[in-house]
Nanobody, 124 residues
Framework: QVQLVESGGGLVQAGGSLRLSCAAS????????MGWFRQAPGKEREFVAAISKRGGSAYYADSVKGRFTISRDNAETTVYLQMNSLKPEDTAVYYC?????????????????WGQGTQVTVSS
């Protein structure tokens, strides 16, 4: 079955960096656009970033643009989220997701597969 397994979360001070990884299995990775989402307590899940099937295109939420970078390694079937200049408001559970859609998608309901999430906590 399809599995998406996130890792790399943790506790970091404001201004610090983290790199999240999402290892995929059970699907044709290169046939899926990948996305990162996050959900803070009491809030809806929100889009963070998405990357196209071959990695040639990426799209970011305004709140993370210029600070976060999404990338992927199709040979390793892994998608990454490099997070720099972290802020306390970035604190959330971060999820990766996969969609067979040909275009970059920001709506979580359009993603077919989801990981279990990894906690990111940014202290002030």
């Amino acid at each position: 079955q399809v599995q998406l397994v996130e890792s790399g979360g943790g506790l970091v001070q404001a201004g610090g960096s983290l790199r999240l990884s999402c290892a995929a299995s059970g699907l044709t990775f290169s046939s899926n656009s990948m996305g990162w989402f996050r959900q803070a307590p009491g809030k809806e899940r929100e889009f963070v970033a998405a990357i196209s099937k071959r990695g040639g295109s990426a799209y970011y939420a305004d709140s993370v643009k210029g600070r976060f970078t999404i990338s992927r390694d199709n040979a390793e079937t892994t998608v990454y989220l490099q997070m720099n200049s972290l802020k306390p408001e970035d604190t959330a559970v971060y999820y990766c997701a996969a969609t067979g859609a040909a275009v970059l998608i920001i709506r979580p309901t359009r993603y077919e597969y989801w990981g279990q999430g990894t906690q990111v906590t940014v202290s002030s």
